[in-house]
């Protein structure tokens, strides 16, 4: 490791990148980020999680700058435990889409997420197993129930034949006009407001007065990281990257089973002095 990282900013995603294929956050991660803050570094997380459901995970870590959480849709100060800006799904298509969803495709489960909770409103029996593996707060409820609630993201488990129709759907229905829709693993289909992306939140996070002037260091491994790679200043893909991901970064990392914070700690960051 370097001497004095003040001039750092790292901003990694939590599944496949940060944690393991077994759930955790290896013990060398947590010691390479604990020094890395130490010695002047800023440390964030940006992910598709909500803050809740991320705390499971933050016992260990040392989070010194405000994260990036919904995709994009909300920069939230964990220190503070305040949210400092969200970006949300604005007016009534949004209900309208999510009533198309429920009554097209009955086998899949739909997720409305807002500033504090997860709203499932889909069967019970189509539950995607991450809502308990994944420690997520989250409530059961009709569209109805949380139709008047300010939605920062839209939340599909599928098989992705189904996702691509819904694609469609989003497509005939104007949606397309007004979010921007990906997949963050191979199960998921997320929309979030239009031009709402890691990447573009990566830009306010950097302009905070505690990061001007810090070189920017951003690590992912799925399609949803990839403009936060290309606008960081060093994007770092894993080895387990999906191969667009791994296109898109300047350098390709260890796998997220090998210490991928240690490495761009001691390994790569000491290459952009």
Known sequence: MIENYEGFLLVSDMDGTLIGTDGSISAENK???AAFVHKGGRFAIATGRTPANAAAFFEGIVVNTPCIFYNGAMLYDWQAKKVLQTSALEGEIWREFAAELLRRFPEACIEAYTEGNCYVMSALANDDPRLEAEYHKYTHASLDAVRNK???KLFVFASRDIEKQMLELAAHMGIDKIATSFFSATNYLEFVNLGTTKGSMLEILRRLPENQGRTVVASGD??????MLRNADCGV???NASPDTRAAADCIGVSCDEHLMRH???E???RLI
């Open 222 to 227: 799925f399609e949803n990281d990839i403009e």
């Open 150 to 152: 300010t939605w920062l």
């Open 237 to 239: 893909a894993p080895a």
């Open 268 to 270: 790569i960051m000491p």
């Open 264 to 266: 761009i700690i001691c």
């Open 31 to 33: 010691a390479a980020i």
